[in-house]
């Protein structure tokens, strides 16, 4: 409950981080530059935030299931879709355990800096292999094994992913690994001026079965 507190509390000004803003959008061309967007697809954003990857998406699909467990950041989500007139956004504030979506639904499964905050990383995958259509794609934006100073506040964070071990678990859903590329640095200062990079991995599977 912390966690989702923190973020409801940091929601209004989340827009303001330039660098999440540069993080959202090469996270977004990874995604048009390898995925055909069509206005037939229906899509889910996991862990969507104030959308700052659905807002770049909307109008090319049909529709996008934007998932969230902050009230807070779906309700600066809201704010943006009543001021543009987005009719194509459905909100969930849950996690993705008790989403309601009917198996075999989902062209587009996209999740960016979301992942990590989850416990049950292999029920969190399954749910996204049932969720998609055959042929269908994950698109994961995440951190790659870090030693615990990124979130050096939350205890309650997985620190960052085995990049390889992911793909096996990916596989044993069905989901084969079809790129997997180091796409940006996450850039950090400590309360010493030290400035870290963190790199980002960005994994493109697709349901085979």
Known sequence: M?????????????????SRQ?????????????IQLNNTMQLLDFGCGTGSVGMQLYSAVQHINMVDTSKGMLGSLKEKI?????????????GIAYLEIGENKIDLIYTLMALHHVADIEGALKKFSQLLKTGGYLCIGDLEPE????HKDDKNVHLGFQTDKLKETLKSFGLNTVILKTFHHNKKTDDNGNTKEYPLFFLLA???S
């Open 82 to 94: 009543n001021q543009n007139n987005i009719t194509n956004m459905s909100l969930y504030q849950t």
């Open 22 to 34: 540069e993080m959202a959008e090469k996270f977004t061309k990874e995604i048009t530059d390898n």
């Open 206 to 208: 697709q349901k085979q």
């Open 2 to 18: 912390a966690q989702i507190n923190r973020f409801d509390k940091e929601a209004k000004d989340w827009d303001k981080n330039q």
């Open 147 to 150: 030693d615990g100073t990124f």
